[in-house]
């Protein structure tokens, strides 16, 4: 059977590792439907949070009781999942997650120790460097979002053994699957790589734009969510929504490609665009 036959749910995330987190980490949730992705809402992480205190730490647990209670759901985590091999200082991908938070007492202290191996060199991931990812995954833009991603979202769902991490993981079916995707490396692979994130009125006509082409590509949602994606301004709704998308079309060769995939993206993590 297709594995997007199986899956209930698709969410799409965009992860923030900021102390707005509850506001920053957007989320999509959707479902295949005919072969088009169809979005059922999208909302900030800060909706699922129960009490009036909604800090970071919030908002990740609220995150991670997210994934770990949908099962046959797909995941699609806008952080990267690892770093490069000659930073990792271990043979496997678990074991470095499981010390990670020993190893880096806080996003300043894991940036800073990242420059120092490196000599200040910002060095990508074979992955990062396939699919044209902006940034290095402790670059100033993306450490704290790769800090907390694996330290406060990958680190507990392993030792609770609660999500499949792919591709380090195989597929099980009774558990949720999470895949490391990149909304800027979707848009360039769609041709839609322009700037989007503002309150300009040119920045919501580029919103406008890349939905109106998302939809001619097989997303389909109603007008009230069409509004809210437009209407906010960080693109975080949106970002959220490419994650889905992305997610969706991994789905169908995912088989196939945790067959044939190349033994470095166990280690490093593998972006699916």
């Known amino acids: 059977m297709d594995p997007a036959e199986v899956r209930h749910r698709i969410y799409g995330v965009d992860f923030s590792g900021s102390k707005t987190a509850c506001k920053k980490i ?8 005919e072969g088009k992705l169809r979005i059922l809402r999208t909302f900030p992480i800060g909706d699922l949070v129960n009490g009036k205190k909604k800090d970071r730490d919030a908002c990740l647990k609220a995150l991670r009781e997210l ?19 000659e930073l990792l200082f271990t043979d496997t991908w678990e ?7 020993d190893r880096y007492s806080s996003p300043e202290q894991f940036r800073n120790q990242m420059r120092t191996y490196t000599q200040n060199k910002e060095l990508k991931r074979l992955t990062d460097s396939e699919v044209k990812a902006p940034f290095c995954v402790y670059n100033l833009r993306l450490y704290r ?17 609660s999500a499949c991490m792919i591709p380090m993981h195989r597929t099980v079916e009774d558990k949720p699957w999470l895949m490391e995707i990149c909304p800027a490396s979707t848009l360039k692979n ?8 503002g309150k300009s009125p040119e920045k919501k006509r580029a919103r406008e734009y890349i939905l109106a082409e998302m939809q001619e590509r097989g ?15 960080d693109g975080d709704a949106l970002d959220s929504m490419i994650a889905a998308f992305a ?24 972006t699916f665009f």
């Open 219 to 233: 997303i389909t949602m109603e007008a009230r969510i069409r509004e809210l994606i437009i209407g906010n301004t």
């Open 190 to 197: 769609e041709g839609l790589y322009i700037p989007y994130k």
């Open 95 to 101: 074991s470095f997650v499981s010390g990670f938070a």
């Open 145 to 161: 979002q790769t800090y907390y991603g694996i330290r406060d979202v990958l680190g507990p769902l392993l030792e609770e053994e």
């Open 247 to 270: 997610t969706s079309r991994a789905i169908p060769g995912l088989e196939n490609t945790l067959k044939t995939i190349r033994s470095i993206y166990l280690l490093e993590g593998y």
């Open 67 to 85: 994934i770990s209670g949908s099962e046959k759901s797909v995941f699609g985590m806008d952080f990267p999942f690892s770093l490069p091999r």
């Open 26 to 33: 957007w989320i999509s949730e959707a479902f295949v439907q």
